[in-house]
């Protein structure tokens, strides 16, 4: 049997379109984010996240952990309750607050794929967000151990690895793929195809946190179609998938590629 190929493609995820408008609700964090996300001094998290044992809060965690400069998230002469849009400009950033991290229509975005459609009182017109491995403004600078938004190292304190032992940072497109899951930043590329008896053993690297689906054709002028299950793979960061196609080996020549099952 000859294997032509393989072909790889991957699809775009649809983004949801919020709004840009400059006037919004949530000033600051004690505006209403605590009361999802906890007070920032306190190690709540709505992703059960474990904070540092000697930073065990989200604020000690910015400021000393991601080694955070205080004016990217406060105003000269006000060090409490962080700033969502603005704070005090240092010689290496403009005065971005929360957002100059956690890219806002990003974050928007993130708010309402998962059901907290609050942000689309006034934000009803957005653009969409910077893909997942733009980085943010103050990713990379002089005031931040932040500088990957792909987190493509499973390292702890380093890219956005700030939190205990998980390796996934935030959602910087709003489309529910973290880090190297997110097409824009993760690896997606066939490895081999091999057949075992009448079998077809396909691996392909990617990414923990994808679903996919394996298409095939006998001819490349036809539409490809797709076989076998949608595989959710697992873990976190790049991976080696695998799978059986039974009776894969028998009849014609065939071409293969994977393609994102959002």
């Given at each position: 049997?000859?294997?032509?190929?393989?072909?790889?493609?991957?699809?775009?995820?649809?983004?949801?379109?919020?709004?840009?408008?400059?006037?919004?609700?949530?000033?600051?964090?004690?505006?209403?984010?605590?009361?999802?996300?906890?007070?920032?001094?306190?190690?709540?998290?709505?992703?059960?996240?474990?904070?540092?044992?000697?930073?065990?809060?989200?604020?000690?965690?910015?400021?000393?952990?991601?080694?955070?400069?205080?004016?990217?998230?406060?105003?000269?002469?006000?060090?409490?309750?962080?700033?969502?849009?603005?704070?005090?400009?240092?010689?290496?950033?403009?005065?971005?607050?929360?957002?100059?991290?956690?890219?806002?229509?990003g974050l928007r975005?993130?708010?309402?794929?998962?059901?907290?459609?609050?942000?689309?009182?006034?934000?009803?017109?957005?653009?969409?967000?910077?893909?997942?491995?733009?980085?943010?403004?103050?990713?990379?600078?002089?005031?931040?151990?932040?500088?990957?938004?792909?987190?493509?190292?499973?390292?702890?304190?380093?890219?956005?690895?700030?939190?205990?032992?998980?390796?996934?940072?935030?959602?910087?497109?709003?489309?529910?793929?973290?880090?190297?899951?997110?097409?824009?930043?993760?690896?997606?590329?066939?490895v081999d195809a091999?057949?075992?008896?009448?079998?077809?053993?396909?691996?392909?690297?990617?990414?923990?946190?994808?679903?996919?689906?394996?298409?095939?054709?006998?001819?490349?002028?036809?539409?490809?179609?797709?076989?076998?299950?949608?595989?959710?793979?697992?873990?976190?960061?790049?991976?080696?998938?695998?799978?059986?196609?039974?009776?894969?080996?028998?009849?014609?020549?065939?071409?293969?590629?994977?393609?994102?099952?959002?």
């Amino acid at each position: 049997m000859t294997l032509k190929g393989p072909w790889m493609v991957f699809a775009v995820a649809s983004i949801l379109l919020l709004s840009a408008n400059l006037s919004f609700a949530f000033e600051r964090y004690n505006d209403g984010c605590q009361e999802c996300h906890g007070a920032f001094n306190d190690a709540s998290s709505t992703k059960n996240s474990v904070f540092p044992p000697d930073n065990n809060n989200k604020h000690d965690m910015h400021r000393y952990t991601m080694g955070t400069e205080c004016d990217l998230c406060h105003k000269s002469g006000d060090q409490k309750n962080p700033y969502i849009r603005q704070s005090t400009p240092t010689a290496y950033n403009a005065g971005w607050g929360c957002i100059g991290c956690h890219e806002e229509y990003g974050l928007r975005a993130h708010h309402a794929v998962n059901g907290i459609p609050d942000c689309l009182e006034c934000h009803d017109t957005d653009g969409p967000p910077p893909a997942e491995g733009v980085n943010p403004p103050y990713y990379g600078t002089a005031d931040t151990l932040v500088d990957n938004a792909c987190n493509d190292v499973l390292a702890s304190n380093t890219n956005e690895n700030w939190t205990v032992g998980d390796f996934i940072g935030t959602d910087n497109d709003g489309d529910n793929l973290y880090d190297l899951a997110d097409y824009s930043c993760g690896p997606l590329r066939m490895v081999d195809a091999v057949p075992e008896g009448n079998n077809l053993r396909i691996r392909w690297e990617t990414a923990g946190g994808r679903t996919e689906r394996i298409q095939a054709t006998s001819v490349l002028i036809n539409s490809f179609s797709d076989i076998g299950s949608t595989y959710t793979i697992p873990g976190v960061g790049i991976v080696t998938q695998e799978v059986v196609i039974a009776n894969g080996a028998l009849g014609s020549a065939g071409y293969y590629k994977v393609r994102s099952n959002p």
